[in-house]
C-alpha cells in the first residue's frame, strides 16, 4: 500500500456509527504504511458540491492526471474528511493518483491542517 493509492475500503460515518463502502485515497507516507498495520485515508465522492474548495480534489479519469486513478467518474477528494483503518481492511486498490495530482493532494492538506 502506497500513499496515492486510490483503494476501495470500508470509511467510517462521520455522524453515525456504520461505514460505508466507498473509494478512498491513502495520505500516510511510504514509511509509516510499511512499519504500522494502519493507514490514514481521504474519503472521495461523485459529489462535487464542494468543488472549488481548497481543501478538495477533483479527480477526474477523462484527463490525463485522472486517468489512473481507478474512478468511473468526475470525483472529489475530501480532504477534511480522514479517517484512520488497518490496512487489512482495504478492499482493493483500483488506481493511483498522478505526481500532479499528488502535489494538488498535498496543498489541500496543508490547506486543512492549516500547514504552511
Same mark, same amino acid.
Given at each position: ?7 476501495? =475500503?470500508?470509511?467510517?460515518? #462521520?455522524?453515525?456509527? @456504520?461505514?460505508? $463502502?466507498?473509494?478512498?485515497? $491513502? ?7 510499511r ?18 474548495q ?11 492526471? @485522472?486517468?489512473?486513478? @481507478? ?5 472529489l =477528494?475530501?480532504?477534511?474528511? &480522514?479517517?484512520? =483503518?488497518? #490496512?487489512?481492511?482495504? &478492499?482493493? =486498490? $483500483? @488506481? ?16 486543512? &491542517?492549516?500547514?504552511?
Amino acid at each position: 500500500m502506497k500513499r496515492g493509492d486510490v483503494v476501495v =475500503v470500508p470509511f467510517p460515518y #462521520q455522524d453515525q456509527p @456504520g461505514e460505508k $463502502i466507498r473509494p478512498a485515497v $491513502i495520505v500516510q507516507c511510504d514509511a509509516e504504511n510499511r512499519r504500522q498495520a494502519n493507514t490514514i485515508l481521504a474519503m472521495i465522492t461523485g459529489n462535487l458540491s464542494d468543488f472549488g474548495q481548497p481543501t478538495t480534489l477533483l479527480v477526474d479519469p477523462a484527463t490525463v492526471d @485522472g486517468s489512473g486513478s @481507478g474512478l468511473n467518474g468526475a470525483s472529489l =477528494v475530501k480532504c477534511y474528511n &480522514l479517517a484512520t =483503518v488497518r #490496512q487489512k481492511r482495504v &478492499l482493493h =486498490v $483500483i @488506481g493511483h493518483l498522478s505526481v500532479t495530482l499528488k502535489q494538488k493532494l498535498n496543498d489541500c492538506l496543508k490547506a486543512t &491542517l492549516e500547514l504552511p
